[in-house]
């Protein structure tokens, strides 16, 4: 039977005749999703238009208006009949006879009605009122009656609504986050609420709102899709459960699943998480852009009078090479060539993360559109950039969907398409297996300060549970996975084999303590021997508070804490039996020789800046640290360290590593002691400075002419430095028994201009000597240990080393 032959039966037959072709419709395999809703929504416009001719007769100034999901012709098996009879307010009581002529068929049926009776004055004035009858009025359909009467009441609630909309707009938004916070994130449910929760068709409605106030548009990239496949399951829920639900119950999924040939309940959470976070990604972008439009129209006539009727020019902040910040959002530079600088979109991610501000959709679709593939294996630039992504913080999760939600992610980590969007059926989960992995990074963020590699912690943090995807014990394939990754993001042997083992044992910690007789020797035994050494203990310590932490509320509790923090002390006491001893510094080169000959004998520093000029293979590059080589060779005196320090963070050179040691000269020079620096440095943005022009200056900081303090913080003052989070705080502790001829102080903190410098001036100012540091930076975390002595060159005593740290902690805090 053909969908005329349908309608045609509906209106010979009356409600009787309504009904069984409605069924047929329903029952029939041939149609599905948007043809059927079609076809349902026109059977039912023809028997409603039959049933208002008959109840109306000759009354004229009367209309039926279809609003709501049923005026978008969304029309479920179980969905609600939106419905409001219009007049002219002539003749109230004959109207009121014709609702009574229309409404109780309806019911008869034992179908779902929400009905209103209005004249065009009241209709509009209720939906000032109230916003959620305005939205459904923006959706009204004319199904019969008086045409210009409902044409008139749609283009004045268009009108009333792009007038209003700079009070309505975060109004609907305000009821948007209220309904999410109420509902939770779709995406991420076991049983979500296809309509209500966040990213469900509730929001798909109010981004066609959003649209039509003419104020700002959502991405339609994918919406439409996304909006049809979350209806497509709908319907197959509500004839799988013969109720008018939106519930998705775990007990419903397999059949909702058969309904609409899909394998099984996690291919179908899997449909609805990618067409949600599609929705829930729109939302942002549209939100976002109607706050930065309301924001400009009411700064925009203070600015045009300030500049006597100009057109105000957005003012753009360099973030980073190629990356800008301009009304909130990262954008790129005007120069920035993607098509030619395959690190741009995760320099781009971690800047945006780092400022605490969203990738703009402009920036993020040029950059999947135009950027070249990262070479294999990465070069040492991405694989910082990538580590600064994922330390910042809570910030990471907004900028990692935009680049998920072009593709980015994929093209960057092909293994993660296994585990995007798969659901975790366990109580305990609170996330898709992809959002926990984001998740357990930004709790592995606040932990950086416990780990001497928090770039290892970071990565481990994002690939434990990317076994998931596969078939067998997860953390057995992980570790495969993890190799492989590993290797491409370009780190060395030794780093892939310390992620991999923590891949491939993140869950041994947390199952041993709570599991296993931790006053057995055996236990313990065994945990050492799977870990191997101290610094690796440690990693995986953190990845297991940062995993349990990321999972749910009831995967961590004080206890628990308590048993992994045991186990970890006991395991470490068997490990430090075998501490390997310390190892003997390397010889200069003869390039450091010569530097710290000439600067003895000048009385002044010597620097040598090298940029690396000759050509190197792929695997080369990834394993070169960041940056070029800077060797500085200074007589030993004061303030040597926070002088260099200084001076660099004067020219925006950010320090990866870098070393310090006293280089007595041999031969004919006598009792001569000259410091040697070794620094690889990189620039914030923009080029290298000439290194006559960093020796200048350090000539003058070294004799007290230039005022490094007060220039960073002029700089700082022009320019704040934004941080969308709370980093962790920093950590000095004393490292026990690292070294017999100095003490060591161990520093972790938030990379910042400036740092090293600070640190410096406070060991300075505390009367130690150091003897020699090792400097690192690790994405945006900085790791140093200075070894300090005495002014006779001895370690100092315990109390004086932890008083130290101490101080130093509290000038970082500060």
């Excluded at 939106?246 to 058969?258: I, K, T």
């Excluded at 120069?335 to 995760?346: G, I, K, N, S, T």
């Excluded at 559109?369 to 580590?387: G, N, S």
Aim: hydrophobic share 45%; proline share 6%.
């Amino acid at each position: 039977m053909t969908g005329t032959d349908v309608r045609t039966e509906a209106e010979d037959s009356g409600p009787s005749g309504y009904a069984a072709a409605r069924l047929r419709l329903l029952t029939e395999g041939a149609r599905s999703g948007p043809p059927r809703r079609a076809a349902l929504a026109e059977l039912t416009d023809d028997w409603l238009g039959g049933l208002f001719t008959a109840a109306a007769r000759d009354l004229r100034g009367v209309s039926l208006v279809a609003v709501g999901g049923y005026g978008r012709g969304e029309l479920s098996p179980r969905s609600d009949l939106d419905l409001l009879l219009l007049h002219d307010g002539s003749d109230p009581g004959a109207v009121a006879a014709v609702a009574d002529r229309l409404w109780y068929p309806i019911w008869d049926l034992g179908l779902a009605l929400d009905h209103s009776v209005r004249t065009p004055g009241e209709a509009r004035k209720t939906a000032g009122d109230d916003l959620k009858v305005q939205l459904g009025l923006l959706d009204g359909r004319h199904l019969a009656g008086d045409l210009g009467l409902t044409a008139g009441l749609r283009t004045a609630v268009l009108a009333d609504w792009r007038n209003q909309a700079p009070k309505r707009l975060p109004e609907l938004q305000e009821l948007c986050s209220e309904r999410a916070d109420r509902q939770g994130e779709l995406q991420y449910l076991l049983e979500p609420d296809l309509k209500e929760a966040r990213g469900g068709l509730r929001d798909a409605t109010a981004l066609r709102a959003v649209a039509a106030s003419w104020l700002a548009d959502a991405p339609r990239e994918g919406l439409a899709d996304a909006r049809r496949r979350l209806l497509d399951v709908r319907d197959a829920l509500h004839l799988a459960t013969g109720r008018a639900t939106d519930r998705l119950a775990l007990q419903e999924q397999d059949q909702v699943a058969a309904e609409l040939g899909l394998l099984d309940a996690d291919t179908l959470l899997r449909q609805v998480y990618e067409a949600a976070r599609v929705i829930s990604y729109a939302s942002d972008v549209t939100w976002r852009e109607v706050g930065r439009v309301l924001r400009s129209r009411a700064v925009r006539p203070r600015l045009r009078a300030m500049l006597g009727g100009g057109k105000p020019v957005a003012e753009r902040s360099p973030l980073a090479e190629g990356v800008v910040e301009q009304e909130g959002e990262v954008v790129l530079a005007r120069a920035a060539r993607p098509e030619r600088d395959p690190v741009l979109p995760l320099r781009a991610a971690a800047a945006a993360a780092q400022a605490g501000l969203p990738l703009s959709l402009h920036a993020v679709r040029r950059m999947a559109a135009t950027a070249r593939p990262l070479p294999t294996p990465w070069p040492a630039e991405a694989r910082e950039q990538l580590v600064t992504l994922l330390g910042s913080g809570r910030p990471t999760v907004q900028v990692w969907e935009a680049l998920e939600a072009e593709g980015l992610i994929s093209r960057l980590l092909p293994d993660w398409e296994r585990v995007r969007c798969r659901p975790q059926r366990n109580a305990v989960h609170i996330w898709t297996v992809d959002r926990h992995l984001i998740e357990t990074a930004v709790r592995a963020s606040e932990l950086t300060r416990s780990v001497s590699r928090p770039d290892l912690l970071l990565v481990a943090a994002l690939l434990h549970d990317i076994g998931k995807g596969w078939p067998g014990d997860h953390s057995v394939a992980g570790e495969i996975i993890a190799k492989d990754v590993a290797a491409r993001i370009g780190f060395d042997r030794s780093d892939v084999a310390v992620l991999s083992l923590l891949v491939r044992h993140h869950l041994l910690l947390i199952e041993t303590a709570t599991r296993r007789d931790l006053d057995d020797p055996a236990t313990v035994r065994s945990v050492a021997e799977a870990v191997g050494t101290q610094s690796t203990l440690e990693l995986l310590h953190a990845l297991t508070e940062a995993d349990a932490l990321a999972t749910g509320p009831a995967a961590w509790s004080s206890w628990r804490g308590s048993l992994v923090a045991d186990l970890v002390r006991r395991v470490s006491a068997v490990l430090a039996g075998d501490a390997p001893e310390e190892p003997e510094p390397a010889a200069p080169t003869a390039e450091q020789e010569r530097l710290a000959i000439e600067a003895y004998r000048t009385g002044g520093p010597v620097l040598a800046l090298r940029a690396q000029t000759e050509p190197v293979t792929e695997e080369e590059t990834a394993q070169e640290p960041l940056g070029v080589e800077l060797l500085i060779a200074v007589p030993d005196q004061p303030a040597v360290l926070p002088a260099v320090a200084g001076v660099l963070a004067v020219h925006r050179l950010t320090v990866r590593t870098a070393e310090l040691r006293t280089l007595t000269l041999p031969g004919d020079v006598d009792d001569g002691a000259v410091l040697l620096l070794n620094w690889r440095v990189a620039a914030e943005y923009g080029s290298l400075p000439q290194a006559t022009r960093l020796r200048a200056d350090l000539v003058r900081a070294l004799d007290g002419t230039l005022d490094i303090a007060g220039r960073l913080a002029e700089r700082d003052a022009a320019y704040p430095r934004r941080r969308g989070w709370t980093a962790p705080p920093p950590r000095v502790t004393v490292a026990p028994a690292a070294s017999h001829h100095a003490t060591v102080i161990e520093v972790r903190a938030q990379d910042a201009p400036g740092l090293l410098h600070r640190i410096g001036m406070a060991l300075e100012k505390a009367g130690v000597r150091v003897r020699s540091m090792h400097v690192s930076t690790l994405g945006s975390n900085a790791v140093d240990a200075f070894y300090v002595t005495t002014g006779a060159g001895e370690p100092l005593p315990g109390d004086d080393a932890g008083s130290l740290a101490r101080v130093l902690e509290e000038t970082l805090r500060g």
